[in-house]
């Protein structure tokens, strides 16, 4: 079967020539629930995670290395019709999947929406139509009865901490802003400020002092507690943060990893649900 991937894969369609029932790698936790959802038995490779939310279905699959540098050599070993990772890697990926002969396709996980696109074309390409039609029905069903609370639209400044000692403005271009934007939040840092769409950026002090936010919500990029213990000592100890009036009415919010990661996930209903009490109150 040959299938066009444009609506999951990045940039250009991705031609991909597979049989009828392709063996997959996903480097990828987000991917393999997804794939999980859809029935899909013929996984051969899986990310290395510490995950509980790795799908019963794939806890005995062989390991394929870390999600951001998985190993090359095992996944060529493996045969796979297909390998199938996160858009936001890639730049770091897709050379060397290249150079290997490993057929790969990137989903973008970066939104949503366009996680949805991703699950449509699998469903497609897997013949899981009904499925991911399941999936997508659930979507539009929870986005027609979401309700957000009227009032005023409250401005937000996303920040994602590192644990060693920095931190990075996300846009709307991010999954977490883009659950902000889905949440009724308006980001201070929009689309517009991202030229080159990667969804976070190095913002110099003068220009965050020309910020005031009603709202500041920090994720952690990984090991959440030292994360933000680092930012609880940078808002305490940086004069720069005092004039902000989001830090002197307390109104910086600190989001779970489990549900506020750096891709979408199938959990993003329960992170809507978290994110409406603080953009718009009980």
């Known amino acids: ?30 991917i393999c629930e997804i794939l999980d959802k859809l029935g899909y038995d ?7 995670t510490s995950s509980e939310s790795m799908p019963e279905r794939y806890k005995n699959v062989t390991s394929v290395g870390g999600a951001m540098s998985p190993d090359y050599e095992i996944i060529k ?13 890639e730049e770091s990926l897709a050379n060397n999947y290249s150079a290997a002969g490993i057929n790969s396709a990137f989903l973008d996980m970066s939104s949503v929406e366009g996680m949805y696109s991703a699950i449509s074309s699998l469903g497609d390409l897997f013949g899981r139509e009904k499925q991911a ?14 309700k957000q609370n009227q009032g005023s639209e409250k401005s937000v400044l996303i920040l994602m901490a590192f644990p060693d000692g920095f931190y990075l403005v996300s846009t709307e271009n991010s ?13 201070v840092y929009g689309a517009d400020a991202d030229s080159d769409n990667t969804g976070v950026l190095q913002v110099n002090p003068e220009d965050l002092i020309q910020k005031n936010p009603d709202i500041i919500l920090v994720y952690a990029h ?3 507690e030292d994360a933000f213990s680092y930012m609880k000592n940078e808002f305490k100890t940086n004069d720069l943060w005092q004039y902000y009036d989001a830090v002197k009415n307390d109104k910086i919010y600190y989001l779970p990893s489990e549900k506020f990661g750096m891709s979408a996930t199938l959990d993003w209903m329960e ?11 009980e």
Do not use: R
Request: charged content about 10%.
């Open 77 to 89: 070993s493996l045969s796979p019709d297909l390998v199938l990772s996160p858009k936001s890697l």
């Open 133 to 146: 039609q399941i999936l997508t029905d659930e979507y539009n069903n929870f986005m027609n009865t979401y």
């Open 175 to 187: 999954y977490v802003g883009n659950l902000v934007k889905l949440a009724g939040g308006k980001n």
């Open 1 to 30: 079967m040959i299938l066009s991937l444009s609506g999951c894969a990045s940039n250009t369609a991705v031609q991909t020539t597979v049989n009828s029932n392709p063996k997959i790698v996903s480097t990828s936790v987000a």
């Open 271 to 281: 992170a809507l649900d978290y994110l409406k009490p603080i953009l718009h109150g």
């Open 42 to 48: 013929n996984v051969i490779g899986v990310p290395e």
């Open 222 to 224: 990984y090991s959440e």
